[in-house]
């Protein structure tokens, strides 16, 4: 075990598939933004995965085209007591997460320390949306 920051090591971002024992890549301005919710909601910040081994990368294909997690860049969170509107809301503070989106059927959001230009966006069904005016008056944002 590898401690990464105050409350996150290694283990935390490692890979949940079987097959590649809990390989594990991270991105270090991740784990401050991490640390940064957590700071601010006095709670550690949850992750319920975060980097994607490539062989599961592959198997979650289908359902996803985001790739920033095999590349530790990016987690899916929940903080305890915290609903995911408010986290999302707060997240959009912090300058290191670019890409941001709204899972509201699995009750988490995803965060990723992409480079470039922020990305805002939601999960409906198995598809992925832009976060427009109109999704973010119905997801209540
Ligand atoms: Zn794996
Ligand atoms: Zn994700």
Not at 23 to 38: D, S
Not at 77 to 103: H, M
Request: net charge positive; charged share 30%.
């Amino acid at each position: 075990m590898t401690n990464l920051s105050e409350h996150y090591n290694n283990k935390d971002f490692a890979c949940l598939c079987p097959e590649c024992r809990g390989e594990y890549k991270v991105h270090l301005g991740l784990v401050g933004a991490l640390e940064q919710i957590g700071t601010h909601f006095r709670k550690r910040a949850q992750i319920l995965s975060a980097y994607w081994c490539d062989a599961y990368y592959e198997k979650l294909k289908k359902t996803s085209k985001r790739s920033f997690h095999t590349r530790g860049k990016a987690a899916h969170i929940a903080v305890d007591g915290v609903s995911i509107q408010e986290l999302f809301k707060y997240a959009e503070t912090v300058p290191e997460l670019r890409g941001i989106g709204l899972y509201p059927k699995e009750n988490f959001i995803h965060v990723d320390t992409r480079p470039g230009d922020p990305v805002r966006f939601v999960k409906e069904g198995n598809d992925y949306y832009p976060l427009t005016a109109d999704k973010k008056t119905k997801y209540g944002l």
